[in-house]
């Protein structure tokens, strides 16, 4: 033995016996166990196994990681934008911050589900973003249905759009509304929970036969049978058809039911299978103010008595002026002191005239045919006279009479054929009623009570 190896072998227990040491050799021995576990068969490798240290992990109970710039959330975000008068979805989107090729690809996927010819004024969309870009456009164009356009997600596809729409669904069921005239036919009926759709169509049925401005009278009775709508809560989200009314101006009742006749036309009709609708309206102008009535008075510009076979109607300059019925014009154009004029053949020898209008509905010419409600006019002051106002006559076989007499013609009656059919369906709606809550005025006060126990819900 050399005298190096002498000297080692002497010194050997003391190098051992430190600590640095002993975790040096356990360290190596626990390299020769797991080198001896992956070769069992006992075979020897050239192969030096290096132990490397372990790889840094997160420490993810750090309160601060949001605060890092790595781990900042994206700016989430959305904005309500609606569509102008004359406006397009394009341009509108393009003014909340896209471009021009994005918002075209919006509209192409929106288009799958909504025609934009269908958008109108006053609209409004819910346009998401992160940061500064789009990503979703919510459209709800009814309470039953609500589109969804989304952009693509998967890399590589972000200039794709999707969409789809929900259909809400809603339960339907029948109310009924029953009153008296307190302090007009629209307040006393929402009052008691009609919605204005039901109201307004109310209206329409009667507008032939009725003067709401003079007719109606503190005490007149009246009915309105409806469906509504409600959601899971049982909130009225929706008006559904007006199936029946009833109605006693001047103590006169008159009642209508719903019915669909054979080409599918709905219109409403009395017991007797005559239509609500008559020949000619008796008011042309809706909401205006009776000025002069039918019969012999002082003229306000010619200072003398002198007939005044027709009507007169105060209204706004530029007012909307109905035609009282279908038929032919016979002329529009300036008429003596009529100023602006138009007369209307109808059928059964009966001509309607209007007085010192402002101007012509477009198309409205001699020889145009007109239908029942449309627009031919507008209120003026052309001619003699002293204010905006609409002068109307009812000729009948040449002679004037009273519009005021045009509230006592019938309906078109349904033809024989269609009878049983409206029967059976007044018959259904009959019943509807008979199982229906009621919604009543109580008879001391203006408050509404219920004629059983609750509202359906």
């Given at each position: 033995m050399t005298p190096i190896l002498s000297e080692l072998s002497h010194r050997l227990?003391?190098?051992?016996?430190?600590?640095?040491?002993?975790?040096?050799?356990?360290?190596?021995?626990?390299?020769?166990?797991?080198?001896?576990?992956?070769?069992?068969?006992g075979s020897q490798s050239s192969v030096v196994s290096e132990?490397?240290?372990?790889?840094?992990?997160l420490d993810i109970s750090r309160f601060d990681m949001a605060l890092d710039a790595d781990f900042a959330a994206p700016a989430l975000s959305s904005r309500t934008v609606e569509l102008k008068p004359g406006d397009n979805l394009g341009p509108m989107l393009q003014?909340?911050?896209?471009?021009?090729?994005?918002?075209?690809?919006?509209?192409?996927?929106?288009?799958?589900?909504?025609?934009?010819?269908?958008?109108?004024?006053?609209?409004?969309?819910?346009?998401?973003f992160d940061g500064d870009t789009v990503t979703d456009l919510t459209f709800k164009p009814s309470v039953e249905k609500t589109v969804f356009v989304s952009r693509a997600q998967s890399s590589g596809e972000s200039d794709a759009w999707s969409a789809h729409s929900v259909e809400a669904e809603f339960r339907y069921e029948t109310l009924s509304v029953r009153s008296e005239v307190r302090n007009s036919l629209y307040v006393d009926a929402t009052r008691l929970g009609a919605p204005d759709k039901v109201v307004a169509q109310f209206a329409n049925i009667y507008e032939y036969?009725?003067?709401?401005?003079?007719?109606?009278?503190?005490?007149?009775?009246?009915?309105?049978?409806?469906?509504?709508?409600?959601?899971?809560?049982?909130?009225i989200v929706k008006a559904g058809d007006l199936l029946y009314t009833?109605?006693?101006?001047?103590?006169?009742?008159?009642?209508y039911w719903l019915f669909q006749d054979a080409k599918g036309r709905e219109n409403y009709y009395d017991e007797k299978g005559k239509t609500a609708k008559r020949k000619l309206r008796a008011t042309p102008v809706n909401g205006a103010r009776l000025s002069s009535s039918y019969g012999k008075r002082k003229h306000p510009i010619l200072g003398y008595?002198?007939?005044h076979a027709g009507v007169d109607f105060a209204a706004p300059r530029g007012t909307p002026i109905l035609a009282a019925g279908?038929?032919?014009?016979?002329?529009?154009?300036r008429y003596g002191s009529f100023g602006n004029y138009i007369r209307i053949r109808h059928t059964d020898g009966y001509k309607t005239a209007y007085a010192h209008?402002?101007?012509?509905?477009?198309?409205?010419?001699?020889?145009?045919?007109?239908?029942?409600?449309?627009?031919?006019?507008?209120?003026?002051?052309?001619?003699?006279?002293?204010?905006p106002h609409l002068h109307y006559e009812v000729h009948h076989h040449g002679k004037k009479i009273n519009p005021r007499r045009l509230s006592q013609l019938s309906g078109k009656p349904l033809s024989k054929a269609q009878r049983p059919a409206f029967d059976a369906r007044r018959a259904e709606i009959e019943a509807m009623r008979a199982s229906t809550t009621v919604v009543e005025a109580a008879p001391a006060t203006d408050s509404a009570v219920l004629s059983s126990a609750a509202l359906p819900r």
């Open positions: 227990p003391d190098v051992l016996h430190r600590p640095r040491v002993r975790k040096g050799l356990m360290a190596a021995a626990a390299v020769l166990v797991v080198a001896a576990v992956a070769m069992p068969d132990v490397l240290p372990p790889e840094p992990t003014r909340a911050g896209m471009s021009g090729g994005d918002a075209h690809r919006l509209v192409q996927a929106f288009s799958e589900e909504f025609s934009p010819r269908r958008l109108r004024a006053g609209q409004s969309f819910d346009l998401h036969s009725v003067d709401f401005q003079r007719d109606i009278q503190p005490g007149d009775a009246f009915e309105i049978f409806f469906e509504v709508a409600r959601d899971h809560n049982g909130d009833s109605f006693s101006p001047r103590g006169k009742t008159t009642d008595r002198k007939m279908s038929g032919t014009v016979e002329r529009a154009n209008l402002k101007g012509f509905a477009r198309g409205v010419k001699k020889g145009a045919y007109v239908k029942q409600d449309q627009v031919i006019g507008y209120v003026g002051t052309t001619g003699r006279s002293t204010g």
